[in-house]
């Protein structure tokens, strides 16, 4: 099963040593013809308006696009996550995303570097043990439409980890953590929707 990691800009080597950790084959994704090759693919934490940017000067947004409504699944952590809400608030101007997650996400919503922070979260789907959770720079996802359902909320009702048939999302970082259920989930997801890369 080859993974791929979208690797423009980000944490991407992170999460390609923790797919790598749990058994995945992992492809860097930087051309439109590599994502013919993967059953899956990660988008790490990062610079959401960068890695728009890069997306679209390298030819992947729109196969990227086509790719998630295709079915492919797709896990974004925090600026991934941000690459694949259908709606982003407070992005720079002319920020694009990929799209495809019924949801809104607030850029930024804790505020500037120093705001960054860690919390314990139940994510029930993950089991009894709660998640550690580092949030950098984090957005929330502020509104989840009916095709989405929420995986975890902070204390104060915030929707920070996200589901849609295929798509995953976190608007922290497992993969700076030593936490692997959410990759071993994600993991579980591209198994069974079979695609072959
Ligand atoms: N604030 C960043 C953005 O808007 C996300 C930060 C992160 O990925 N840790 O893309």
Do not use: W
Not at 103 to 121: K, M, P, W, Y
């Amino acid at each position: 099963m080859s993974v791929g990691v979208l690797a423009l800009q980000g944490d991407f080597r992170e999460h390609a040593e923790v797919l790598r950790s749990l058994g995945a084959d992992v492809e860097l994704v930087r051309r439109p013809e590599e994502l013919a090759r993967i059953s899956g693919l990660v988008i790490p934490g990062g610079e959401s308006s960068v890695m728009d940017k890069l997306a679209r000067a390298f030819g992947l947004a729109g196969p990227l696009s086509a790719a998630v409504r295709g079915g492919l699944p797709v896990y974004g952590t925090c600026a991934g996550l941000i690459m694949l809400a259908d709606t982003v608030i407070d992005g720079i101007a002319g920020q694009q995303s990929i799209g495809g997650f019924d949801i809104s996400v607030r850029r930024n919503a804790f505020g500037s570097q120093t705001l960054s922070f860690e919390t314990d979260l139940d994510v029930p789907v993950l089991g009894d043990t709660p998640v550690h959770a580092v949030f950098i720079r984090a957005p929330v996802v502020q509104t989840v439409g009916p095709r989405a359902h929420a995986l975890a909320t902070l204390a104060d009702g915030r929707c920070v980890a996200v589901e849609q048939g295929n798509l995953l999302g976190t608007s922290f970082h497992p993969e700076i953590t030593g936490e692997h259920r959410f990759h071993e989930y994600f993991l579980g997801k591209v198994a069974a929707a079979g695609f072959h890369g």
